[in-house]
């Protein structure tokens, strides 16, 4: 597995330079372009990594999952009357079809307007409570998020910000928008490295085993519910192409990650901040099509 990591990360590396660091929020701007670094963690404990596997950047709609998550389990899947369960064609920043009369609800938890309609359904401090979900489940009590990057996203964010207030006024988000946008530019600051990710990702491959308390939902029904919409929505709306080509259950954030979750064998985190049209890793997206045809990993 080692040898196969560096074969896939190098044969990929030069398919960053296709690609441009997300700098709409300036903060990630700063991102090196030349990191890049993977991680497998095993359901079984072993874990595999290569290249800057270790180097922190904000999670930012990675994020996204384990808030999922934590809505899930507060309300049960009462969720999905505020936000669908589909796939879609339109950008994950898209606003437009939130204001046609026939259109009650975002089409999915993974775009930014369904996303910030999950975030506002997580009781009590959301953006905290996603934290320490997220360092439970990698045990790694160290993370933390980025001041720079949460006040850059709050001072930036003004489509996020129509979005959450165009959900307000047609009674999709419940509360004070401004209040669930804190929150949501919190949790996208969460510093990660890639394996984080990984024990992210195996966490869902392992049926989301090991919790506590799993509250309103039962354990497989949110294992099913997360998988499911990744697979349907985790690279937004290229997530059919990417479906038939890698076949994993993925989600990717601008910050140059992406995490998987392979059902009962593995979860794989990868970091390289270079991104194609649709906001994701172009290496990342890359070294996920050699890994899923070396190791067989398609659910297809």
Do not use: W
Not at 50 to 66: L, P
Not at 273 to 279: I, V, Y
């Amino acid at each position: 597995m080692q040898k196969i990591l560096g074969e896939v990360l190098e044969e990929n590396r030069e398919l960053a330079k296709k690609g441009r660091v997300a700098s709409y929020i300036p903060a990630l701007a700063k991102a090196n372009p030349d990191h890049l670094g993977i991680c497998i963690a095993e359901i079984d404990g072993n874990t595999y990594k290569a290249g800057d596997c270790d180097v922190k950047f904000t999670i930012q709609s990675i994020s996204k999952v384990i808030a999922l998550m934590l809505a899930l389990m507060d309300n049960g899947e009462k969720v999905f009357e505020k936000v669908g369960r589909e796939g879609t064609e339109d950008p994950f920043n898209t606003l437009y079809k939130l204001d046609l009369p026939y259109i009650d609800k975002p089409a999915n938890p993974m775009i930014n307007a369904g996303a910030i309609a999950t975030t506002a359904q997580i009781k009590g401090d959301k953006a905290g409570r996603i934290l320490e979900l997220i360092r439970n489940i990698t045990g790694n009590s160290s993370i933390d998020y980025s001041r720079e990057v949460y006040l850059s996203e709050k001072e930036t964010g003004e489509k996020n910000k129509a979005i959450a207030h165009l959900m307000k006024a047609r009674g999709i988000l419940e509360g004070d928008p401004e209040e669930a946008l804190d929150h949501y530019f919190k949790q996208c600051s969460i510093e990660v490295t890639a394996c984080d990710l990984a024990k992210l990702g195996a966490f869902l491959a392992n049926g989301c085993k090991g919790l506590p308390s799993y509250g309103k939902i039962d354990r497989k029904t949110l294992s099913r519910n997360l998988l499911a919409i990744m697979t349907i929505g985790g690279m937004y709306n290229v997530s059919g192409a990417y479906a038939a080509e890698v076949g994993v259950p993925s989600k990717s954030g601008v910050g140059g990650g992406i995490m998987a979750a392979v059902s009962g064998r593995m979860g794989i985190g990868i970091f390289s901040p270079p991104l194609d049209e649709n906001g994701h890793s172009v290496a990342g997206y890359g070294i996920m099509k050699s890994l899923s045809y070396r190791l067989d990993l398609s659910i297809f």
